[in-house]
Nanobody, 126 residues
């Protein structure tokens, strides 16, 4: 089992930047592909980005391509989401997720992930 804890959320002006972190503990971090999802009030939890075990491949939702970047540091058991050029529509609770599936970044659906963090709030004002 792996435990996940997000941090780095907060309030920022449109056009600003924020970096989210997800610290993992438990099973070997490098054995898990990781993902970020977000959920706005009244909306379904939506895929944001994913990264393979090794970090060699990544996958970003069309809505965030060119603005957000997922990365990981296995030595620190941490995955990151660098968010630039933030827009008000990026406002949501952001969740970190982990899966013991193959070393790939193809996992974009909620059911593909076994473990979830508690979420961190990101608010973008205009």
């Amino acid at each position: 089992q792996v435990q996940l804890a997000e941090s780095g959320g907060g309030s920022v002006q449109a056009g600003g930047s924020l970096r989210l972190s997800c610290a993992a503990s438990g099973r070997t971090f490098s054995s898990y592909a990781m993902g970020w999802f977000r959920q706005a009030p009244g909306k379904d939890r939506a895929f944001v980005a994913a990264i393979s075990w090794s970090g060699s491949s990544t996958n970003h939702a069309d809505s965030v391509k060119g603005r957000f970047t997922i990365s990981r540091d296995n030595a620190k058991n941490t995955v990151y989401l660098q968010m630039n050029s933030l827009k008000p529509e990026d406002t949501a609770v952001y969740y970190c997720a982990a899966t013991a599936r193959a070393n790939a970044a193809m996992y974009t659906r909620r059911w593909e992930y076994e473990y979830w963090g508690q979420g961190t709030q990101v608010t973008v004002s205009s």
